[in-house]
């Protein structure tokens, strides 16, 4: 009855869902890419964001410009970027954009995907940069924002200072969460700014953090000289070859765009993120001649961490935790804060041109006190001591229309390798394949990598990735893949060697611009602990979950869109009976050209047996705000976003979303307990902008 019900509530409702090539519709794609492989709701993709948003505003001259600078789209294949700018070196500029559709692998449904970021222009931009142009057609921005969840969780209740400081179930801040971010940016050759937040339960001028904001982040960056090519200040991020080695920030991974897989690394970039992690604090520069370029860094920051004190001085003897959630609420999530300091230097050499380029990389990473994690088996091979260097070399070259790609990285401390080795091709304008290999060492360790991974670390893991595209006539085109990957070592909740495969397929229906109808059906087959045991040894066993979803989009009128999606999940394992859940969405959005209000509203059902068959939805928010909440349990979710623009330079959001639980009478547990069947949530956002 649960099933028929919710595929009767999808019809009623199939005049939906716009597709427009629109920044936000792009930027959301991207944005699910990594929601689906991450499956966080703790995202922050403000610097994929700010690439888009800049190059919709800014768009990329294709008569100048450069395999980097395509590359940092995001959007295009190697082959095609090699396409385009062989074009114009055997053919000279392009005359008008439709002279895209001349070029052999340059389909209308990747024209129609680039449009909005690149334009043709005969004209050359003027390279040089004065201080007079730089502060009279320079950006500056100012986000201010306030978030809250309304319902009172238990770790806010008051408490006596005695209770407060001897317990961790109680929160010291409010449950406001605060964020300010001012920036001013020129082209993409310079930015300053920073960035602060405090998140919910932290302190605020008071206690643990007389300073004000829990967490501050500021850079200077600045690009386009011909010998000093790129230098920042203050906080930055690094990417090289294919994440093996050093990749601060998300990268895409497997989605239904098989092209995804592939990382297109943007060396150096001011960092203006709130994640309190994966970023760099120092300075670093490129320096390049002709095609070569050297990139040497520095970084020195605190990150907090937990372990034994010395019994004498009880100052940290030794770090067995690391932690990354960058949170300080409670006395035991203070008292990590800032435990460690992180030293990296590094360095990458690398030769560029239009169909090759490699890059040879070193970087060292110190702690001042040893890392030792806990001594249980699937710790047996984890990082232990004070210091690491990690030696790579990765390489990308276009051979007609195959792209070959990868990197091979070595750690010192463990002697061991993680290597990458990929082939992208497009065989026919209307078939394109993907295959990539690799084979990451149990021992290997680096902390700032990000390779293409089933796992959540580049270590312990050999896998085959393979994928197709087929466009099988004007409206449709198959997406596939198939992955199938290993693990040597134990992993945390899997007490033996595993393996496993992920499969996916997704025909699409798109005959024309407004509209678009695609399903989808995802396998996953994982080993893990059985849930059966007799307290001695533990047996591994399959969890294979599915995944189906129709998604359909149409574009009513020229501002008025609806957006549909059906989801259904089971995951069927031999030690707990068969589980399922699904989820309904409906997105209004009107978005009128002529009026300075945009409005989306959103109303959604889910029922699903268990936090296992959870299901994560994008869910549009405020600019710069990535929310993607797991729906679980049986219930129903609403919110609605409305942006208003006034006075020519401001920018005012506001959004009102809440969860009603049917079979829940108290939502989560610990500290974050709410008595009763409600949950909110509420965003308020401002910007000033010239």
């Known amino acids: 009855m649960r099933k028929s019900s919710l595929f009767l509530l999808f019809f009623i409702s199939t005049c939906s869902f716009l597709f427009g090539q629109e920044r936000n519709e792009i930027i959301q794609q991207r944005v699910e890419f990594i929601a689906e492989q991450s ?53 000279g500029k392009f005359i008008s954009i439709y002279e895209l559709q001349s070029l052999k692998y340059w389909d209308l449904s990747t024209i129609s995907l680039v449009l909005p970021f690149v334009k043709v222009d005969d004209r050359l931009e003027n390279m040089h940069i004065t201080f007079r142009d730089a502060v009279k057609n ?86 386009g000289g011909k010998y000093v090519r790129a230098v920042a200040a203050g906080d930055y991020q690094i990417q090289i070859g294919q994440g093996l080695n050093t990749w601060s920030g998300y990268a895409f991974g497997k989605s239904a765009d098989i092209f995804s897989s592939k990382k297109a690394a943007n060396l150096l970039r001011p960092y203006t993120s709130v994640d309190e992690n994966r970023f760099f604090r120092g300075g670093a520069a490129i320096i390049g001649y002709k095609k070569w370029n050297l990139l040497t860094f520095y970084s020195n920051k605190k990150i907090d961490g937990s372990g034994i004190n010395d019994s004498l001085t009880d100052d940290l003897e030794f770090v067995t935790t690391i932690d990354l959630s960058g949170l300080h609420r409670t006395n035991s999530e203070i008292a990590k804060k800032n435990k460690l300091s ?59 229309n195959f792209n070959f790609f990868g990197e091979v990285s070595y750690s010192t401390h463990s002697k061991s390798f993680a290597q990458l080795h990929g082939l992208m091709a497009i065989l026919d304008p209307s078939v394109s394949v993907s295959v990539i290999y690799r084979n990451y060492s149990k021992g290997y360790y680096s902390f700032y990598n990000n390779g293409f991974s089933e796992g959540s670390n580049t270590q312990n893991e050999s896998g085959l990735f393979s994928g197709i595209k ?21 992993k945390y909740g899997v007490d033996a060697p595993s393996k496993g495969y992920e499969f996916l397929v997704q025909p699409t229906y798109k005959p024309n611009k407004v509209f678009e109808l695609y399903a989808r059906f995802r396998q996953q087959v994982r080993q893990k602990n059985s849930r059966d045991t007799d307290g001695s040894i533990t047996g591994i066993e399959d969890v294979v979950q599915n995944n189906y979803r129709l998604n359909m989009s149409y574009k009513v009128l020229e501002s008025f869109t609806l957006k549909s999606r059906i989801e259904y999940v089971t995951i069927h394992r031999k030690s707990n009976s068969a589980e399922d859940g699904w989820i309904f969405t409906q997105d209004l959005l009107f978005k009128p050209k002529k009026l300075p209000i945009d409005l989306t509203l959103r109303y959604a059902l889910f029922d699903t047996d268990s936090y296992d068959t959870r299901i994560y939805t994008f869910e549009n928010n405020a600019l710069y705000v990535f929310s993607i909440p797991a729906y679980y349990y049986q219930g129903s979710r609403a919110y609605a976003l409305i942006r208003f623009s006034f006075l020519r330079h401001c920018d005012l959001w506001l959004r009102y979303g809440t969860y009603l639980y049917s079979n829940k009478k108290v939502i989560s547990s ?11 949530d509420i965003t308020v956002q401002l910007r000033v902008s010239f």
């Open 39 to 91: 499956e966080s709701e703790e995202l922050d993709l403000t610097n994929i964001f700010d690439q888009l948003n800049y190059f919709y505003d800014n768009p990329i001259n294709l008569n100048n410009t450069s395999p980097d600078e395509l590359r940092s789209l995001g959007l295009l294949t190697e082959v095609q970027i090699t396409d385009v700018l062989l074009h114009v070196e055997r053919f």
């Open 470 to 490: 087929v466009k099988l006539a004007s409206a449709w085109s198959v997406s596939s893949y198939i992955d199938f990957f290993k693990f040597p070592w134990l």
């Open 670 to 680: 610990g500290a974050e307990e709410i008595k009763g069947s409600k949950k909110s």
């Open 342 to 400: 992180e030293q990296v230097i590094g360095n990458y050499l690398s030769y560029n041109s239009t169909r090759f380029n490699a890059g040879i990389a070193v970087v060292n990473q110190q702690y001042n006190q040893p890392l030792q994690k806990d001594t249980i088996p699937y710790n047996l091979y984890a990082f232990r001591g004070k210091n690491t260097t990690a030696i790579s070399g990765d390489y990308n070259f276009v051979l007609r």
């Open 138 to 223: 320079g950006k500056i921005e100012w986000y201010t924002r306030y978030q809250r969840t309304p319902e009172r969780k238990k770790g806010y209740t008051p408490v006596s200072d005695s209770i407060l400081n001897n317990s961790n179930g109680y929160y010291h801040g409010n449950a406001d969460k605060y964020y300010t971010r001012f920036r001013y940016t020129y082209r993409t050759n310079i930015s300053l700014g920073f960035t602060a937040e405090k998140d919910p339960g932290e302190e605020f001028f008071k206690g643990s953090q007389k300073n004000g904001f829990d967490y501050y982040s500021f850079h200077a960056f600045y690009k």
